[in-house]
Structure formats: structure tokens, C-alpha cells
DNA sequence: CATTGACTTAAACCAGGGTTTAAGTCGTAT
DNA sequence: ATACGACTTAAACCCTGGTTTAAGTCAATG
């Protein structure tokens, strides 16, 4: 099975190596395998793993739910019905979270027209001085 | 000018009265008023601002950068365009986050499917077990 | 064979964003 | 008058999510 090194994997997921060392620790990468001088070894299979990790830390997943599904996906078959459960609450809690996030962008607008509205009355002003 | 205490504003905004508390300590909120008994009065003016503060957090805009935007408030109409830039880009901001949350939504659904279908074809068996 | 670069660990440190606590002051209802 | 609820403060505390530091190991290179 082809391995990379911490550095290699972090250079590949854009993050520093500090984090992947914490997240082991947090218990989200159990399964990293090392070689003889104690160096972790990242598979193809620990990294489809971390893209998903960070899939759910990009919707703002807690560390401690991340956890619990590493540990589901474990398990093994065996837990995928309450991985689809967690999945499918967490989809939602994510779809909400955006349906905020959009709500306060609508206000956000508003108030960049009007700072658009009132620097163009400015400029105009400044036209009419010049007749 | 009709006001309200910190436990009215609190519970319209349905917020802790120690957060308020909090932001006028960070200076989000200068120009609280108190009455004789040294107590917030908020007014409606001041209710506007705190929700377009709270629009702001929504977006997770940091509060240092709240505070910024609320000292350029105060400071009258000629801050207008450096309030319209910074609104601008913390509005491409969070187009970005979101656009981020949204790909990695997708990776989750596709997650969801399988799992779905993998139920989905164990309970199928059964049926067939049972003929 | 010494140096360099990539790695290791445990522990300390940090930032952001609040929340909680302790001790005290009012206004009002009984 | 006293007790209650709503308020005040400063300071301490907390959690999350990392990052940094110090001291050391190892493999390959000059």
C-alpha cells in the first residue's frame, strides 16, 4: 500500500502538519499506521478519510461529533444507520446555519446600497457644483 | 425616546443579558445610555444597531472588525465609503464560506446516498429471505 | 562522520467569544 | 421595613480549536 508522510499530507490537504498531529490526539485519525522510526504513514484511505473530516469541519462540525463518526465508520457496516442519522441532522443543521448566513447577507446589502445610493448623491452634488 | 432595560433588549433579541454586557465591554455598543440608577436604556436606534450587529456576527464577521465598522458609524457620514468597502468585501467573504459549506455539502449528500442505499439493499435482502 | 531536514513527543501557550461568580445597589410590592 | 427581582461591576473562569516550543530521533548527503 503506497504511504505519505505527514508533510506530504499536509501539503495535500492545505493545512499544517500541527493540526493533522491534533486531530490524531483528538481521536479522529485512529487507524495511522507508522514505520519503523515511529513516522506516521498516511494510505490513499487515511486521506479519502481526512477530506471527509474536513468536509464536516467546513460545515462547522464539532470535533467531538467528528469523532463519533470516525469511530462509527470503524465499527463498520454495522453503523450505518446511525451514521445516515448523524448525516442527515447534520445536513440540516448545516442548511440552517446557511439559511442565517443568507438572511444576514439580505441585510448586509440593503445597507451596501444605501452607502452606494449616498456616495452617488455625493458625486452628483459634486456635478452640480461644477455647472 | 422611549427605551428598554438590558432584560427586555435581551429577550427581543434573544440573546444572554451577559453577551450585551460583553459587547458594550469590546465597544460594540458606545453610546448606551443609563439611567439615574446606572442602568442600560436601549433605544430603538440602539436596537437597529445591535442587529445589524448581530447580522454581522451571523456572517462571522470578528469583532474587532465589528467594532470598526460601529466607531465608523458613530463617526458620521464621511466614514460612508469605508463603511461601503468594508461591507463589500466582508459580503465576497462570506459569498466564499458559503460557497465552501455548499461543496462540502455535497460530498455529505453523497454520503447520505450511500449509506441510504446501502440500507436500502440490506432490507431488500431480508424480503428476500423471507420468500 | 557530521550535518541537515523531516520527523517525533509532551506540554505550554494562544485567541476568540463568551459565561459565571461574588458582592453590592435599587425600586417596588407586601 | 423587608424581601424580591432586576439590575450593576470586576474578575475569574471556560470551551473550542488549534499553534508553538523544547528536546530529541533518524535517514540521507557531503
Redesign the interface.
Known amino acids: 500500500m503506497k504511504t505519505i508522510s505527514i508533510g506530504e499530507a499536509a501539503a495535500a490537504l492545505r493545512i499544517p502538519e500541527s493540526t493533522l498531529r491534533y486531530y490524531e490526539k483528538q481521536g479522529l485519525l485512529p487507524l495511522i499506521e507508522r514505520d519503523g522510526a515511529g513516522r506516521r504513514l498516511f494510505s490513499e484511505h487515511q486521506m479519502e478519510l481526512l477530506?471527509?473530516i474536513?468536509?464536516?469541519k467546513?460545515?462547522h462540525m464539532p470535533i467531538q461529533d467528528i469523532r463519533q463518526y470516525i469511530a462509527w465508520v470503524i465499527e463498520g457496516?454495522s453503523t450505518?444507520?446511525l451514521?445516515?442519522e448523524m448525516?442527515?441532522r447534520?445536513?440540516q443543521t448545516?442548511?440552517n446555519?446557511?439559511a442565517?448566513?443568507?438572511?444576514?447577507?439580505r441585510?448586509?446589502?440593503i445597507?451596501?446600497n444605501r452607502?452606494?445610493e449616498?456616495?452617488r448623491k455625493?458625486t452628483e452634488q459634486g456635478k452640480e457644483e461644477n455647472l
Do not use: Q
Not at 442565517?100 to 447577507?105: G, H, N
Open positions: 477530506e471527509t474536513l468536509r464536516l467546513h460545515t457496516e450505518t444507520e451514521r445516515l448525516m442527515t447534520h445536513k448545516v442548511l446555519e446557511m442565517v448566513m443568507e438572511e444576514a447577507l441585510g448586509i446589502d445597507k451596501i452607502y452606494t449616498r456616495l455625493k
